[in-house]
């Protein structure tokens, strides 16, 4: 799942690189200067700048002050904002559209929903990812479908996951004990997980390579994740194993749709 794929306004603003941040800052201090150049006679001998020119001028002062303190210093360090496109992270985080996602068909949203949510840059800074935490990372280039099945070099995407095993876990993917479906078990015991949309199939797809076809053992720095929606998601199981340097932020807080406002945990 690649958090940042919407095309919307607020998106495209949310995204917008560095350079170009600069780029309209730097147009938009031109056009104050050349504001604040349309001058009116107050009294004999003195200019000012007329009315209807200075508030304009001051309105985009606030504009660039703002843009570069969010675009340059928040986003980069602190909060960053990303966008839910697809079923991976469900039921903990939505975004589907007004369709059939169910695999037999029998699951039918009748409307279209996608969580944005805020992500905390500076969780990571100053500590290590814990398990179960719900992380933006930039996945490597192995996780990309979309490119390669185009005929194009595959790229690193930005995805959002739960974090399942740690550095040093023995981690492995493997029937449950009554035989009726997959489950995760680390360091030899199943993991307890109640966020997860369905229980996994009992037979995880051929193109599962990873901790699917024996135990997997984490190395120092590197995390194995998954999405909540088990049957839908594009993971670790799939790609291998993610390197801590990768790790972008730890998802906090849905902030839009309205009715779906909550704390991540």
């Known amino acids: 799942m690649t958090p940042t794929s919407d095309t919307g306004a607020a998106e495209l603003l949310a995204n917008l690189s560095v350079g170009t941040v600069v780029m309209i800052a730097l147009v938009l201090t031109l056009l104050r200067l050349v504001l604040m150049n349309f001058k009116t006679t107050a009294r004999p001998g003195v200019e000012e700048t007329m009315p209807w020119a200075r508030s304009?001028?001051?309105?985009?002062?606030?504009?660039?002050?703002?843009?570069?303190?969010?675009?340059?210093?928040?986003?980069?360090?602190?909060?960053?904002?990303?966008?839910?496109?697809?079923?991976?992270?469900?039921?903990?985080?939505?975004?589907?559209?007004?369709?059939?996602?169910?695999?037999?068909?029998?699951?039918?949203?009748?409307?279209?929903?996608?969580?944005?949510?805020?992500?905390?840059?500076l969780a990571f800074r100053m500590g290590d990812p814990?398990?179960?935490?719900?992380?933006?990372?930039?996945?490597?280039?192995?996780?990309?479908?979309?490119?390669?099945?185009?005929?194009?070099?595959?790229?690193?995407?930005?995805?959002?996951?739960?974090?399942?095993?740690?550095?040093?876990?023995?981690?492995e993917v493997k029937q449950s004990a009554d035989g009726t479906k997959s489950q995760v078990y680390i360091n030899g015991k199943p993991l307890d997980e109640p966020y997860i949309k369905d229980p996994m199939d009992k037979d995880q797809p051929s193109t599962a390579r990873f901790a699917v076809n024996g135990p997997l053992t984490?190395?120092?720095?590197?995390?194995?994740?998954?999405?909540?929606?088990?049957?839908?998601?594009?993971?670790?199981?799939?790609?291998?194993?993610?390197?801590?340097?990768?790790?972008?932020?730890?998802a906090s807080f849905i902030f839009f749709p309205f009715d779906r406002i909550r704390v991540l945990h």
């Open 130 to 171: 814990q398990r179960l935490d719900i992380i933006v990372f930039k996945a490597p280039p192995e996780a990309d479908q979309d490119g390669p099945s185009h005929g194009q070099p595959p790229k690193e995407n930005i995805l959002i996951k739960r974090l399942i095993g740690m550095p040093g876990d023995t981690i």
């Open 56 to 121: 304009i001028a001051e309105i985009l002062e606030s504009l660039i002050i703002a843009g570069v303190l969010v675009f340059l210093i928040i986003r980069p360090f602190f909060v960053q904002a990303f966008y839910i496109p697809s079923e991976s992270m469900e039921p903990t985080l939505l975004g589907h559209d007004a369709r059939t996602v169910n695999k037999d068909g029998k699951d039918i949203h009748e409307d279209a929903v996608h969580d944005h949510i805020f992500v905390n840059k």
């Open 218 to 250: 984490l190395k120092p720095g590197q995390y194995f994740v998954m999405g909540d929606n088990r049957n839908n998601s594009n993971d670790s199981r799939f790609w291998g194993t993610l390197e801590r340097q990768r790790v972008i932020g730890k």
